[in-house]
């Protein structure tokens, strides 16, 4: 059966990426050591997966934003680098 979400786990900021990963080798930690009821080994598990799940798209979503930014400095370059050109030979000359 899945848990509703309650007001508390709506109303609470988000963790960060490193928070996170944190838990997530926590919870390796402990299941590795063994000393888990089959009960909390399944709730760790659960806790476990939905960090991956977070983990993945926040890496996700920094992946989009670098790749927008490296495509921006790129178009800025070629902007640049045209400018440069066209003050270089001059506005009326042409470019060949």
């Known amino acids: 059966m899945k848990r509703k979400e309650s007001d508390a786990d709506l109303a609470a900021p988000a ?3 490193e928070s996170m990963m944190k838990r997530l080798e926590e919870l390796v930690h402990h299941m590795e050591r063994g ?11 659960e806790e476990g997966i939905k960090l ?17 930014l490296a495509d921006e400095g790129v178009a800025a370059a070629g902007t640049r680098a045209a400018t440069e050109t066209e003050e270089e030979r001059g506005a ?3 470019p060949f």
Do not use: M, N, P, Y
Request: one cysteine or more.
């Open 15 to 17: 963790a960060s990426f």
């Open 35 to 45: 000393d888990l009821s089959l009960e909390e080994s399944i709730r760790s598990f």
């Open 52 to 68: 991956v799940k977070q983990c993945t798209a926040v890496l996700g979503e920094a992946e989009k934003r670098i790749h927008r």
């Open 92 to 94: 009326d000359e042409l």
